[in-house]
């Protein structure tokens, strides 16, 4: 409570912009949550010997093509269906009909996944009294959008802007400066929280406004953000 007091530079905020994946919405956990689905309603057990087997094939070959895609090698979708086509191959199955039924309905289902970030729902109650809340995540509105709505925190927040809406994608300087024009704030009372330090965090610095990094798995870095924290609940001594 002495914060204010204490800091060397008094800074009012007033507007708080969250990432959206990994920062509040469990994207490992709720794509996990998607993979055993599909697993279990496309009788997958037949094919692996256990779900967890599916499940870090398909990991290896998606973190291997995305890659690829990162460096412009692949299109996005054939990443969609490729990663499946890989992963069935490699337990003796060939078949294009069931690869793009599996593909199609993991797509489907991952955004109705819920499984939230430790203490988002606490932490966000704790803000909306104090803050306005916002989020910049890079994305398309029909994905990002679903999350949102079905693990009930989407009326926290007062805009959400995705990559598709604005046209630029973190950490480009113009995907906060749009953020931040369409509610009309000012840097100086603007802080971005995010768990990506490149993305997020250097991008958010480098645009001209305070930042929380949330370093979940305390992973070494010699960035130097506003404020660091590993749990969201951090969040309630810093603001
Ligand atoms: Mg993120």
């Known amino acids: ?30 794509i996990v949550d998607a993979l055993r689905d599909v697993f279990f309603d496309f009788s997958l057990d037949s094919v692996f010997p256990d779900v967890n087997t599916f499940i870090n094939t398909f990991t290896r070959h998606n973190d291997y093509l ?13 990443l969609r269906y490729k990663r499946f086509e890989l992963t069935l191959k490699d337990y003796g199955v060939n078949e294009p009909l069931v690869v793009k039924k599996i593909s199609d309905e993991y797509i489907r289902i991952t955004p109705l996944k819920t499984a939230l970030v430790p203490h988002t729902r606490e932490v966000l109650e704790y803000l909306r009294s104090k803050y306005k809340l916002h989020i910049i995540t890079n994305g398309f509105d029909e994905v990002q959008f679903p999350k949102l709505v079905k693990c009930h925190i989407a009326d926290y927040f007062d805009k959400v802007v995705t990559s598709e809406t604005s046209g630029y994608h973190k950490p480009c300087p113009e995907a906060f400066g749009y953020s931040l024009s369409s509610v ?31 370093n979940r798995y305390s992973t070494p870095h010699k960035a130097k953000p ?13 603001l």
């Open 66 to 78: 995305w890659e690829k895609y990162r460096l412009g090698e692949l299109k996005k979708d054939v």
């Open 226 to 238: 506003t404020h660091e924290i590993k749990d969201l609940i951090e969040i309630k001594r810093i």
């Open 184 to 214: 009309n704030a000012k840097k100086e009372e603007s802080i971005m929280i995010g768990d990506d330090l490149e993305i997020d965090i250097v991008g958010a610095k480098k645009f001209g406004i305070d930042q929380i990094y949330f």
């Open 1 to 30: 409570m002495f914060n204010g007091l204490f800091s060397k530079k008094t800074k009012v905020y007033k507007h708080i912009f969250f990432d959206l994946d990994r920062t509040l919405w469990d994207f490992d956990q709720n």
